[in-house]
Protein backbone atom coordinates (compact mmCIF):
# COMPACT_ATOMS: atom_id res chain seq x y z
CA UNK A 1 0.00 0.00 0.00
CA UNK A 2 2.93 2.32 0.04
CA UNK A 3 4.78 3.65 -2.76
CA UNK A 4 7.69 3.86 -0.70
CA UNK A 5 8.95 1.84 2.37
CA UNK A 6 11.50 4.60 3.72
CA UNK A 7 10.43 6.30 6.27
CA UNK A 8 12.69 9.32 6.52
CA UNK A 9 12.39 11.13 3.09
CA UNK A 10 13.06 14.24 1.38
CA UNK A 11 9.63 15.79 -0.42
CA UNK A 12 11.30 16.29 -3.14
CA UNK A 13 11.47 12.95 -3.70
CA UNK A 14 8.49 12.00 -3.42
CA UNK A 15 5.54 12.10 -6.49
CA UNK A 16 2.15 13.37 -5.00
CA UNK A 17 -1.70 13.13 -6.06
CA UNK A 18 -2.61 13.97 -9.25
CA UNK A 19 -4.28 17.09 -8.45
CA UNK A 20 -1.22 18.64 -6.15
CA UNK A 21 1.65 20.54 -7.59
CA UNK A 22 4.49 17.77 -6.05
CA UNK A 23 7.13 17.14 -6.04
CA UNK A 24 7.99 19.96 -3.16
CA UNK A 25 11.24 21.20 -3.24
CA UNK A 26 13.54 22.93 -0.45
CA UNK A 27 11.53 21.60 2.57
CA UNK A 28 14.64 19.76 4.24
CA UNK A 29 15.17 16.59 5.14
CA UNK A 30 13.62 16.91 8.29
CA UNK A 31 10.49 16.50 6.97
CA UNK A 32 8.74 12.96 6.58
CA UNK A 33 6.03 11.20 4.41
CA UNK A 34 3.89 8.36 3.79
CA UNK A 35 1.93 7.85 0.77
CA UNK A 36 -0.71 4.96 0.71
CA UNK A 37 -2.37 4.08 -2.35
CA UNK A 38 -6.12 2.73 -2.06
CA UNK A 39 -8.18 0.92 -4.25
CA UNK A 40 -9.66 4.40 -5.78
CA UNK A 41 -7.43 6.96 -4.00
CA UNK A 42 -4.50 8.25 -2.18
CA UNK A 43 -3.47 10.00 0.82
CA UNK A 44 -0.30 11.61 1.06
CA UNK A 45 1.03 12.04 4.86
CA UNK A 46 3.47 15.22 5.94
CA UNK A 47 4.90 14.72 9.22
CA UNK A 48 6.22 18.52 9.18
CA UNK A 49 4.57 22.65 9.69
CA UNK A 50 1.43 23.23 7.84
CA UNK A 51 2.83 27.03 7.37
CA UNK A 52 6.12 25.58 5.46
CA UNK A 53 4.17 22.73 3.25
CA UNK A 54 1.24 24.71 2.30
CA UNK A 55 3.19 27.04 0.18
CA UNK A 56 4.31 24.53 -2.01
CA UNK A 57 1.26 22.94 -2.56
CA UNK A 58 -1.45 24.04 -5.31
CA UNK A 59 -4.55 22.29 -7.04
CA UNK A 60 -6.34 21.29 -3.65
CA UNK A 61 -10.44 20.96 -4.18
CA UNK A 62 -11.40 21.17 -0.74
CA UNK A 63 -9.68 21.81 2.88
CA UNK A 64 -11.35 20.62 6.42
CA UNK A 65 -9.43 21.14 9.28
CA UNK A 66 -10.13 22.08 13.25
CA UNK A 67 -6.71 23.69 14.46
CA UNK A 68 -5.50 23.39 18.20
CA UNK A 69 -7.82 26.12 19.84
CA UNK A 70 -5.20 28.13 21.92
CA UNK A 71 -7.21 27.22 25.51
CA UNK A 72 -4.30 26.78 27.55
CA UNK A 73 -5.70 22.46 27.78
CA UNK A 74 -1.81 21.51 28.24
CA UNK A 75 -2.53 23.87 31.95
CA UNK A 76 -5.49 22.69 32.65
CA UNK A 77 -6.50 20.92 35.71
CA UNK A 78 -9.74 19.26 36.51
CA UNK A 79 -11.38 20.16 39.80
CA UNK A 80 -15.30 19.98 41.49
CA UNK A 81 -17.29 18.18 38.95
CA UNK A 82 -15.18 18.40 36.11
CA UNK A 83 -12.98 15.97 38.20
CA UNK A 84 -15.05 12.97 36.91
CA UNK A 85 -14.73 14.04 33.36
CA UNK A 86 -11.78 11.66 32.60
CA UNK A 87 -11.84 13.34 28.65
CA UNK A 88 -10.13 16.81 30.34
CA UNK A 89 -7.27 14.82 31.42
CA UNK A 90 -7.21 13.17 27.88
CA UNK A 91 -7.74 16.64 26.23
CA UNK A 92 -5.16 18.19 27.79
CA UNK A 93 -2.20 15.60 26.34
CA UNK A 94 -3.35 17.01 23.06
CA UNK A 95 -0.54 19.78 22.43
CA UNK A 96 1.28 22.17 23.88
CA UNK A 97 -1.88 24.89 23.42
CA UNK A 98 -0.43 28.02 25.71
CA UNK A 99 0.10 30.52 22.83
CA UNK A 100 -0.17 34.33 22.60
CA UNK A 101 -3.11 34.66 21.37
CA UNK A 102 -2.28 37.57 19.21
CA UNK A 103 0.60 35.88 17.62
CA UNK A 104 -2.23 32.96 17.27
CA UNK A 105 -4.64 34.37 15.57
CA UNK A 106 -2.27 35.80 13.10
CA UNK A 107 -0.92 32.28 12.52
CA UNK A 108 -4.24 30.99 11.81
CA UNK A 109 -4.94 33.66 9.21
CA UNK A 110 -1.68 33.19 7.61
CA UNK A 111 -2.62 29.69 7.70
CA UNK A 112 -5.96 30.04 6.14
CA UNK A 113 -4.75 32.42 3.19
CA UNK A 114 -1.93 29.71 2.44
CA UNK A 115 -4.99 27.04 1.91
CA UNK A 116 -6.51 30.24 -0.07
CA UNK A 117 -3.24 29.91 -2.87
CA UNK A 118 -3.39 26.46 -2.49
CA UNK A 119 -6.48 25.07 -3.79
CA UNK A 120 -8.54 25.45 -6.91
CA UNK A 121 -11.10 28.59 -8.14
CA UNK A 122 -13.81 26.28 -6.69
CA UNK A 123 -12.26 25.06 -3.70
CA UNK A 124 -14.16 25.10 -0.70
CA UNK A 125 -12.73 25.39 3.28
CA UNK A 126 -14.60 24.28 6.51
CA UNK A 127 -12.95 25.64 9.80
CA UNK A 128 -13.88 24.22 12.92
CA UNK A 129 -13.61 26.24 15.81
CA UNK A 130 -15.35 27.43 19.27
CA UNK A 131 -16.25 30.12 20.67
CA UNK A 132 -13.53 30.65 23.86
CA UNK A 133 -13.22 33.35 26.75
CA UNK A 134 -9.77 34.42 28.27
CA UNK A 135 -9.70 36.68 30.90
CA UNK A 136 -13.36 37.24 30.71
CA UNK A 137 -13.92 38.36 27.40
CA UNK A 138 -14.83 36.60 24.28
CA UNK A 139 -12.28 34.88 21.30
CA UNK A 140 -14.81 34.78 18.45
CA UNK A 141 -13.42 32.37 15.73
CA UNK A 142 -15.20 35.03 13.14
CA UNK A 143 -12.80 37.80 13.64
CA UNK A 144 -9.82 35.13 12.29
CA UNK A 145 -12.44 34.42 9.17
CA UNK A 146 -12.98 37.32 8.24
CA UNK A 147 -9.66 38.23 8.35
CA UNK A 148 -8.51 35.87 5.75
CA UNK A 149 -8.75 35.85 1.73
CA UNK A 150 -11.68 33.78 1.95
CA UNK A 151 -15.65 34.28 1.80
CA UNK A 152 -17.78 33.36 4.58
CA UNK A 153 -21.01 31.25 3.10
CA UNK A 154 -22.21 29.82 5.79
CA UNK A 155 -22.00 29.40 9.37
CA UNK A 156 -22.59 25.83 10.65
CA UNK A 157 -23.05 24.87 14.35
CA UNK A 158 -22.15 21.40 15.49
CA UNK A 159 -24.24 20.66 18.14
CA UNK A 160 -22.38 18.46 21.02
CA UNK A 161 -23.42 15.72 23.23
CA UNK A 162 -23.32 17.86 26.71
CA UNK A 163 -20.49 20.08 28.65
CA UNK A 164 -16.90 19.77 30.15
CA UNK A 165 -17.67 24.02 31.01
CA UNK A 166 -19.81 23.24 34.34
CA UNK A 167 -18.10 25.41 36.67
CA UNK A 168 -17.89 28.55 34.86
CA UNK A 169 -20.78 30.31 36.16
CA UNK A 170 -22.42 30.52 32.66
CA UNK A 171 -24.73 28.40 30.65
CA UNK A 172 -22.55 25.26 29.26
CA UNK A 173 -21.46 25.49 25.80
CA UNK A 174 -22.42 22.33 24.15
CA UNK A 175 -21.54 23.01 20.35
CA UNK A 176 -18.77 24.11 18.05
CA UNK A 177 -18.81 25.89 15.16
CA UNK A 178 -17.43 25.16 11.45
CA UNK A 179 -17.15 28.20 8.87
CA UNK A 180 -17.74 27.48 5.33
CA UNK A 181 -15.53 29.44 3.22
CA UNK A 182 -15.19 29.59 -0.56
CA UNK A 183 -13.22 31.98 -3.28
CA UNK A 184 -16.61 33.24 -5.03
CA UNK A 185 -17.42 29.95 -6.94
CA UNK A 186 -18.01 26.67 -5.27
CA UNK A 187 -19.36 22.62 -5.91
CA UNK A 188 -22.26 21.73 -4.40
CA UNK A 189 -24.29 18.20 -4.30
CA UNK A 190 -27.53 18.76 -3.85
CA UNK A 191 -27.63 15.69 -1.87
CA UNK A 192 -26.29 17.40 0.94
CA UNK A 193 -29.56 19.48 1.72
CA UNK A 194 -30.45 16.84 4.11
CA UNK A 195 -28.56 17.74 6.88
CA UNK A 196 -29.46 21.41 7.47
CA UNK A 197 -27.25 23.79 9.00
CA UNK A 198 -27.18 22.18 12.20
CA UNK A 199 -24.76 19.11 12.54
CA UNK A 200 -26.14 17.07 15.82
CA UNK A 201 -23.21 14.65 15.68
CA UNK A 202 -21.89 13.21 18.67
CA UNK A 203 -17.85 13.36 19.84
CA UNK A 204 -15.96 10.35 18.95
CA UNK A 205 -15.01 9.14 22.07
CA UNK A 206 -12.92 6.06 21.55
CA UNK A 207 -10.87 7.99 19.03
CA UNK A 208 -6.97 7.31 19.08
CA UNK A 209 -6.83 10.81 19.14
CA UNK A 210 -7.25 12.75 22.88
CA UNK A 211 -9.36 15.90 20.57
CA UNK A 212 -10.28 13.98 17.10
CA UNK A 213 -13.67 15.11 15.61
CA UNK A 214 -16.18 12.11 14.86
CA UNK A 215 -15.87 11.14 10.77
CA UNK A 216 -19.13 12.53 10.10
CA UNK A 217 -17.80 16.24 10.38
CA UNK A 218 -15.01 15.44 7.30
CA UNK A 219 -18.04 13.49 5.48
CA UNK A 220 -20.53 15.59 5.02
CA UNK A 221 -18.09 19.02 4.15
CA UNK A 222 -16.61 16.62 1.49
CA UNK A 223 -20.05 15.02 0.34
CA UNK A 224 -20.87 18.32 -0.29
CA UNK A 225 -18.33 20.10 -2.06
CA UNK A 226 -16.31 17.54 -3.85
CA UNK A 227 -16.44 14.88 -6.05
CA UNK A 228 -15.13 11.38 -6.04
CA UNK A 229 -11.22 11.76 -7.24
CA UNK A 230 -10.68 15.10 -6.24
CA UNK A 231 -7.99 15.64 -3.56
CA UNK A 232 -9.33 17.39 0.33
CA UNK A 233 -6.61 18.35 2.48
CA UNK A 234 -6.67 18.83 6.65
CA UNK A 235 -3.18 20.71 7.32
CA UNK A 236 -3.71 20.33 10.99
CA UNK A 237 -4.36 15.81 10.25
CA UNK A 238 -4.25 15.17 13.88
CA UNK A 239 -4.91 11.18 13.83
CA UNK A 240 -6.14 11.10 10.25
CA UNK A 241 -10.35 11.13 10.91
CA UNK A 242 -10.31 13.56 7.56
CA UNK A 243 -8.28 11.01 5.63
CA UNK A 244 -10.09 8.21 6.58
CA UNK A 245 -13.76 9.59 5.39
CA UNK A 246 -11.30 10.80 2.33
CA UNK A 247 -10.48 6.92 1.85
CA UNK A 248 -14.09 5.53 2.36
CA UNK A 249 -15.73 8.15 -0.06
CA UNK A 250 -13.15 8.23 -3.22
CA UNK A 251 -11.56 11.05 -2.38
CA UNK A 252 -7.32 11.66 -2.45
CA UNK A 253 -6.04 13.03 1.36
CA UNK A 254 -3.24 15.43 1.94
CA UNK A 255 -2.47 15.60 5.55
CA UNK A 256 0.06 17.53 7.43
CA UNK A 257 0.75 16.79 11.20
CA UNK A 258 3.57 18.55 13.34
CA UNK A 259 3.13 16.59 16.46
CA UNK A 260 5.28 13.19 16.20
CA UNK A 261 2.75 11.04 18.39
CA UNK A 262 -0.12 11.97 16.31
CA UNK A 263 1.09 11.83 12.70
CA UNK A 264 2.24 8.39 13.70
CA UNK A 265 -1.40 7.40 15.08
CA UNK A 266 -2.15 9.02 11.35
CA UNK A 267 0.01 6.67 9.37
CA UNK A 268 -1.47 3.67 11.24
CA UNK A 269 -5.24 4.92 11.48
CA UNK A 270 -4.70 5.24 7.51
CA UNK A 271 -2.64 1.76 6.88
CA UNK A 272 -5.62 0.40 8.73
CA UNK A 273 -8.28 1.51 6.21
CA UNK A 274 -6.05 0.98 3.44
CA UNK A 275 -5.55 -2.87 3.84
CA UNK A 276 -9.38 -2.57 4.76
CA UNK A 277 -10.39 -1.18 1.06
CA UNK A 278 -7.57 -4.04 -0.49
CA UNK A 279 -9.51 -6.92 0.73
Not at 229 to 242: A, F, I, K, R, S
Request: glycine share 6%.
Amino acid sequence: FFSSRRRHTRLLTVTGVQTCALPISAIGAAVRVQRMVGRHCVATLYHGDCLEILRQLRGLDCIVTSPPYNQKLDQFKASGMQAEWKVCERMASAYSDSRDETEYAAEQVTMLDLCHDATTKTASLFYNHKVRWRDKKVLHPLDIVRASKWELRQEIIWLRDGSMTQNAKMFPPCEERIYWMHKGEWMWNQDANQWMSVWKINSDKKSPHPVGYPVALPYRAIMATTSPGQTVCDPYMGGGTTGLACLRNGRNFVGIEKDPRHFETACEQMRLEVEETLL
